[in-house]
């Protein structure tokens, strides 16, 4: 539902959980029983070995296993609600102990390998965790919390197995999440059981999954993309999945498509990008793959052209956020509009906001701040600890992430970037990705980021950093004529900076208030 049929009925239109749901019973118990001896996992540490020596799961082994975990976890005293902080490589020991402590009704913070020592200390403290599951190598400063290291992981998973999983309600605490903060500091989402019953929407209008197919996905498990499309949804269809562990390559997704024989292949546009500009795809039989799945970030025309040109395959994009995951999607077989990811995911209650104040959905053409119905069984339960930031994100029964975006006629969403990322010029709101979208398209530019650059104390301008093709030589009246041909005078930049790269997130996002740095 978007504002092209908002007259309907107001609300979350799909089918919602049982009273009492429990996210990791619903991603292993059914499938276990249907499929016991079916691959549920493979970790794979060496896209050049021979398959079989990949470490794989069946579902049967896997429920077994974290169902085990869960039970070593409450015999180690913990009790429900209780946070542990998993901070690990992407192993088959990390997915066990996320799924492990939902079982047992406890509450795992997934966080990333790659934090300092300082920023992993922040987020233990922050969470009030009782225990951090730490991988060896990695030091933490855990005065106030148990450690669960390689030892206790070991008998955890030896521990007799619970009869069932815990019997927690849909709307029971199931896993925290950190996202940046508006004030810089990162802050917790707090997400529900019932979080994975919302990913029901995306199945059809994203996926097209089924029992048959093999999910590779290339991101780290700290990530709700990675978390969701890696493992909870496959293994809640039923489906296998990929992981590797390796050495970083991007030589190695290609192997790794072909070898696996992965259907469906989820990654951020950046490394799309990546592959086409450093593998030769005519190398590897990608015939299993039925297509791409991407978010993160835009899609570009010509990301999107290039990756048809070489594989014959389709990416379809999604957009969605830490507090909500993917729910504005293009579903396979549909019409891909380069620009949009697409329209609102089946049930889903969408619509677009005045920026400044209001409940009333704008109509079809006009921007507005993008919000999600909070009856939506996605949507998180809240941000942990900061009651000062949930009263900032909701508007009566909406939700409001920050995005800017409007609806066309045909009920596809265009995304106009974050409302703190829009930019002032000459006294016009301008937001940055119209400008990038338009710059893309210069024969010149390879990828561009564009931001407010303050040049004297009470002036800034508009500033395109630009990583050029290669072989590319930096024009900048080209640049400036192609901006001028394009877009109005107010919204073309005043300064065109060349750069190697642009920064970026671990996720691949553009770090916009970085670029002045770039």
């Known amino acids: 539902m978007h504002a092209t049929d908002i007259k309907s009925q107001i609300g979350y239109t799909g089918e919602l959980p049982p009273s009492q749901f429990n996210m990791a019973r619903y991603c292993l ?36 296993t974290v169902r085990r975990v869960a039970a070593g976890l409450l015999a180690e005293g913990f009790v429900a609600g209780e946070r542990i902080m998993i901070r ?27 934090l300092t020592d300082t920023e992993a200390t922040f987020l233990l403290g922050d969470s009030d965790a009782s225990a951090v599951a730490i991988a060896g190598g990695m030091a933490l400063d855990a005065k106030h919390a148990r450690l669960i290291d390689e030892a206790m992981v070991a008998r955890l998973k030896a521990h007799a197995p619970l009869a ?47 029992a048959s197919d093999t999910v590779l996905h290339a991101g780290a498990f700290n990530w709700t993309y990675t978390l969701g499309v890696g493992l909870t949804d496959p293994w809640a269809n039923g489906a296998t999945t990929v992981l590797y562990n390796g050495e970083k390559d991007v030589q190695v997704w290609p192997v790794l498509l072909e070898r696996t024989g992965a259907t469906l292949f989820a990654a951020v546009p950046t490394l799309y ?84 104040d209001g409940e009333t959905p704008l109509p079809v053409g006009e921007v507005g701040l993008l919000a999600v119905h ?68 210069h024969p010149t530019v390879a990828e561009v980021a564009v931001t407010e650059v303050r040049v004297r104390e009470d002036v800034s301008v508009i500033a395109a950093f630009i990583v050029l093709k290669e072989g590319a030589h930096g024009d900048v009246p080209s640049l400036q004529n192609f901006a001028e041909k394009n877009l109005a005078a107010y919204k073309t930049p005043r300064e065109y900076v060349f750069v190697e790269t642009l920064p970026r997130t671990p996720n691949g996002k553009v770090k916009r208030r970085a670029l002045h740095k770039a």
């Not at 276990?32 to 799961?57: C, F, G, M, Q, R």
């Not at 500091?185 to 994203?206: F, I, N, T």
Request: overall charge negative.
């Open 88 to 114: 690990m490589p992407n192993t088959s020991d990390y997915a066990l102990l996320f799924f492990g402590a939902i079982a047992a009704g406890l509450v795992p913070l997934p966080s990333s390998s790659q």
């Open 374 to 441: 909070r009856s939506d069984p996605g949507l998180m339960l809240g941000y942990w600890r900061r009651p000062e930031e949930d009263a900032e994100v909701f508007r009566g029964d909406w939700f409001i992430g920050g995005d800017l975006a409007s609806f066309d006629a045909d009920g596809y969403l265009w995304y106009h970037g974050r409302a703190d990322d829009v930019m002032n010029a000459m006294g016009y709101r301008v937001s940055p990705q119209e400008v990038e979208a338009v710059l893309a398209q």
């Open 273 to 356: 990008r990546q592959i086409l500009k450093y593998c030769d795809l005519t190398k590897h039989d990608l015939s299993k793959l039925r297509h791409g799945l991407t978010a993160g970030e835009a899609m570009s025309a010509t990301l999107l052209d290039h990756w048809r040109d070489a594989t014959g395959k389709e990416l379809y994009e999604a957009l969605g956020m830490s507090e909500c995951s993917t729910y504005i999607s293009t579903p396979p077989g549909t019409e891909i509009r380069v620009g949009s990811p697409g329209k609102p995911q089946s049930g889903r209650c969408v619509v677009v906001l005045p920026v400044d």
């Open 29 to 64: 118990k059914a499938s276990a029983a249907k499929w016991p001896d079916k691959t549920a996992l493979i970790v794979v540490s060496d896209a050049h070995a021979p398959l079989d020596e990949a470490e794989v799961w069946t579902y049967a082994a896997l429920d077994d």
């Open 164 to 210: 069932d999983y815990a019997d927690t309600r849909a709307d029971d605490p199931a896993f925290l999440v950190y996202t940046s903060g508006t004030s810089g500091r990162p802050k917790g989402v707090l997400h529900a059981q019932r979080s994975a019953w919302g990913r029901r929407p995306m199945y059809q209008d994203w996926y097209g999954i089924s």
